[in-house]
């Protein structure tokens, strides 16, 4: 008998099973694109037990007092790694953890924060999210579809204070430009900018590398909330998935030209009331069809940007 397997006979099945899992974790690798200012890059891919819903990016800030986080990925073990990987770098106190969105890839983390001592704050509109059928009705779903990643011990955690206007904090001794921008993305998204390292945390309202994930966007707001991005004197944009960018103007602008092509695409047969499948066949992909996401993605955003322009004053 080989030694693997009479390793397996002496642990069992579900032992080896779980061994086998913990040796393929994905790797929470954070990258410093400014001093003391981090972040992880999630998968591009979608939500699985074999990537245990890394599929988001976060951040972290070390500030002269504390450690600021922005979102908290997309499974509590996951966020337990990427706590890991703050304390290696700092012993400082987590102090907060700004949500991007309500999302959730960027929320099923939280409760670990709010064990090792964060406070969390969040946009105002997502408490009628959160407090949703959908959402609950998520969390069902993902305990089935992500498990064990994902089970009965999940919760979804509301925020600890609620942003509802333009707000500039002192947090662990940063200076914090917290701005609602939605309705876009979702109704709750927050943009993250810290002036004196010039880096924008933009949340889902940015993709690289990858097709957007539209839902339910109102994709008239999502591109004006683009522009006012492009507003900022950032040097380094976080995107919630796909890699930071340093020329935030060429990526905020994919994302922004994207939409539009969608609006522009469907719009005509949306407000004619004419047949989407038609519309979409007669369309010209081939800008976006070799980004990666595009099979998986592409035709469920062309059709949900449909719906939302006919319910469009």
């Known amino acids: 008998m080989s030694c693997v397997r009479r390793f397996c006979a002496l642990l069992g099945l579900a032992a080896v099973l779980a061994w086998q899992t913990a040796m393929a974790q994905p790797a929470i690798t954070p990258i410093e694109v400014a001093p003391q200012t ?7 891919e979608t939500g699985s037990p074999a990537n245990q819903n890394f599929i988001s990016n976060a951040g972290f800030v070390i500030g002269s007092s504390g450690v600021i986080v922005i979102d ?4 509590p073990e996951i966020a337990r790694r990427l706590i890991e990987q703050i304390r290696q770098r700092t012993d400082k106190p987590i102090i907060a953890v700004i949500l991007t969105h309500y999302h959730a890839d960027h929320i099923y983390g939280l409760q670990s924060f709010v064990d090792a001592g964060a406070k969390i704050i969040a946009h105002e509109s997502a408490r009628e999210y959160l407090n949703s059928d959908a959402a609950a009705q ?9 498990a ?13 204070s609620w942003i509802s206007k333009d707000e500039d904090l002192d947090l662990a001794g940063l200076r914090i430009q917290i701005r609602p921008m939605g309705p876009a993305h979702t109704a709750h998204d927050l ?33 004006a909330a683009l522009d006012r991005l492009l507003a900022f004197d950032a040097a380094v944009v976080i995107p919630g998935h796909g890699a930071t ?3 935030p103007r060429e990526d905020i602008v994919f994302t922004r030209d994207y939409l539009r092509y969608l609006r522009d695409s469907m719009g005509p047969a949306a ?10 066949q007669a369309t ?12 998986a993605a592409n035709r469920m955003n062309a059709y949900n940007v449909y719906l939302s322009i006919q319910n469009e004053p």
């Open 138 to 146: 998520r969390l069902v779903a993902s305990r089935t579809e992500l």
């Open 148 to 160: 064990p990643w994902i089970n009965e011990s999940t919760r979804l955690v509301p925020a600890d």
């Open 245 to 247: 960018s340093t020329r």
């Open 271 to 280: 407000r004619d009331l004419e047949d989407f499948d038609a519309a979409y």
């Open 284 to 295: 010209d992909w081939s800008r976006f069809q070799d980004v990666p996401l595009f099979n």
């Open 72 to 75: 908290a990925l997309g499974s």
């Open 191 to 223: 943009a993250m900018y810290i002036p004196e390292r010039r880096v924008l945390f933009a949340g889902d309202l940015v993709f690289r590398g990858r097709i957007p994930y539209v839902g339910n966007a109102d994709s008239r707001g999502w591109i």
């Open 38 to 44: 981090f972040f992880v890059q999630g998968l591009p």
